[in-house]
């Protein structure tokens, strides 16, 4: 039988207390399933303890461009940075991530599917991370066309697709009645000024609900452990804030001009 | 322009790339018209006698409309200088309807009533609206030799005015031909920028194009068919671009308008087969990537 209500997660990002907090919290919503839409390391402390955590909560994970990055030892984590700082960021990230990354956990990732279907209720859902098209295409609030995503759901024969990749939630209802949604993501803030994540559950029923569910952890101890290990001060400062610091380049003007950099 | 011949038999003996799909439509909606004359224009834009002429709304609306059935995901607005355009916010607007837009300027004619236009737009509009400013270099002496006196004060004037109203624009440089230390123009211009009191220092670095003004007469040979052998075609602009301009329609921005590089005079759906690789700025694009775009 479908499941009625589901979780999903986006990149959790090596930030392990967020991705515990965000297990509890739709365990206590009565989420019947979790789903985890790719990108288990990346910006923070702790990669490997979190793949750990996702296959210990058996949740079913889909591969994001870090995953497949990390897994065959790519030359960098595949976002597509041209802009100097970002690239000298998005470096350090990667380094750290692939330098604490088991044999074993990048075989894991490199074992993850990149799409994934399921039935909610009724509802035909795609997962992905960043497009049905390609693993780190952003698909931003403000630079997706609504014809376009009525293009990918009938590529993909879907009622819904959901993807992250971006950081930033969003849900568009089509004209169509099929969904869009951004899940967001579980290892950093939503560029609002506050320290929580994001993660979405989904609840089938005449219409499906879509309800975005902020997370409050202990944001304090990893960015100690951000500064423990070595990791650039802007990333403790994204994690202490809110704010985003880095990796500000493929967002575009209108989410921009809501965050503080 | 309705002369210029469809591609022909010079490209027979080119590299062929197949086309994806269409995630971008240029629009060289002001021709070659433009305001300044720069040093390094590779479509040879300038005040007077425009080779290339302006787009009317009417053809804008009509591809932007077959564009969005073909689910592109970007507009880009460009010339010449898009600035001039008698029917500019028009052209916005409807672009606004499709997807998000960028305007390619060079800041010269971007006083406060039209900054106020077009901030007006972009709240309207769910898509963003982004404008990509020109600077080429990290100083007035720098720029102003490449684009004109008093070009780099009135470009940092409308890069503070665009910041003001929450239209952060992408400053756009070109990469000087000479090699210099990576990264030199970046870190100098976003040094610039900040001591100018831009705070979101947003910059682009972009290859010069060996072709207009910037073309120095070095002979340049076209791609062969074993340089697709080392190339990720997904890393060429003619596999899910085309730019719309006087004449018809065209692989990307960099070949609006050159003899024997137009696709179709009509309909962008009829250009969306195997791109060939004829011309020999072609390798500027297989060397550096798909570079046009915003991101």
Redesign the interface.
């Known amino acids: 039988m479908s499941a009625r209500r589901i979780a999903l997660f986006g990149g959790v990002y090596g930030n392990r207390p967020a991705l515990e907090a965000a297990l509890a919290d739709a365990r206590a919503k009565d989420a019947e399933a979790v789903y985890f839409l790719g990108d288990v390391g990346g910006f923070g402390p702790h990669p490997d303890t979190a793949a750990k955590l996702l296959c210990d909560a058996r949740v079913t994970c889909i591969q994001g461009n870090y995953d497949a990055a990390v897994a065959v030892g790519a030359d960098d984590c595949g976002c597509?940075y041209?802009?100097?700082?970002d690239v000298r960021f998005a470096h350090i990230a990667y380094v750290y991530t692939l330098g604490h990354s088991s044999s074993e956990h990048r075989r894991w990732l490199g074992s993850l599917p990149p799409l994934g279907r399921i039935t909610l209720g009724d509802r035909r859902l795609l997962l992905c991370h960043g497009s049905p098209?390609q693993v780190n295409e952003?698909l931003?609030?403000?630079?997706?066309?609504t014809?376009?995503l009525e293009?990918f759901c009938d590529g993909q024969g879907v009622d819904a697709l959901c993807f992250t990749h971006t950081g930033l939630t969003w849900h568009r209802a089509l004209p169509s009645g099929r969904h869009a949604i951004n899940v967001g993501v579980l290892g950093r803030p939503a560029n609002d000024g506050l320290p929580r994540v994001w993660y979405t559950l989904l609840t089938a029923g005449p219409e499906l609900t879509v309800e975005f569910v902020p997370v409050v952890y202990d944001h304090e101890s990893v960015a100690r452990d951000v500064e423990r290990a070595g990791l650039p001060p802007e990333f403790a400062e994204t994690i202490r804030t809110g704010w985003w610091t880095t990796c500000?380049?493929?967002m575009?003007?209108?989410?921009?001009?809501r965050g503080r950099? | 322009m309705n002369g210029l011949p469809v591609l022909g038999p010079t490209a027979q003996s080119a590299p062929r790339v197949a086309f994806r799909e269409l995630r971008s439509v240029w629009f060289q909606i002001t021709g070659t018209r433009c305001n300044l004359a720069c040093r390094h224009c590779f479509n040879t834009s300038g005040p007077r006698d425009p080779w290339l002429s302006p787009l009317g709304v009417d053809v804008i609306r009509r591809h932007l409309a077959e564009a969005e059935a073909l689910g592109v995901r970007e507009v880009y607005l460009t010339g010449g200088e898009p600035l001039l355009h008698p029917d500019l916010f028009a052209i916005v607007e409807s672009a606004l309807r499709v997807a998000a837009t960028t305007i390619l300027t060079n800041g010269t004619l971007l006083g406060d009533g039209v900054a106020d236009r077009l901030a007006a737009l972009a709240a309207a509009s769910s898509y963003s609206l982004e404008l990509r400013v020109s600077v080429d270099g990290a100083s007035a002496q720098e720029h102003d030799a490449a684009r004109g006196d008093g070009t780099f004060a009135k470009a940092l004037a409308a890069i503070r005015r665009l910041e003001r109203r929450g239209l952060y624009p992408i400053v756009t440089a070109t990469a000087p031909l000479e090699p210099t230390a990576p990264g030199a123009l970046y870190d100098r211009l976003r040094e610039a920028l900040l001591a100018a009191g831009v705070s979101r220092p947003r910059i682009k670095i972009l290859p010069m194009l060996a072709l207009g003004r910037a073309d120095a007469g070095a002979p340049t040979a076209p791609l062969g068919p074993a340089d697709l052998d080392v190339l990720d075609p997904s890393r060429l602009q003619c596999t899910e671009t085309r730019a719309v301009a006087d004449g018809g329609i065209y692989a990307c921005p960099i070949l609006a308008g050159l003899p024997g590089a137009r696709l179709a005079r009509e309909r962008i759906v009829e250009t969306l087969g195997p791109t060939t690789l004829f011309h020999p700025v072609c390798r500027t694009c297989h060397e550096t990537g798909l570079t046009c775009g915003n991101a």
């Open positions: 597509g041209s802009d100097r700082r098209r952003f931003w609030e403000t630079t997706t066309p014809g376009l293009r500000l380049e493929r575009p003007v209108k989410e921009r001009a950099y």
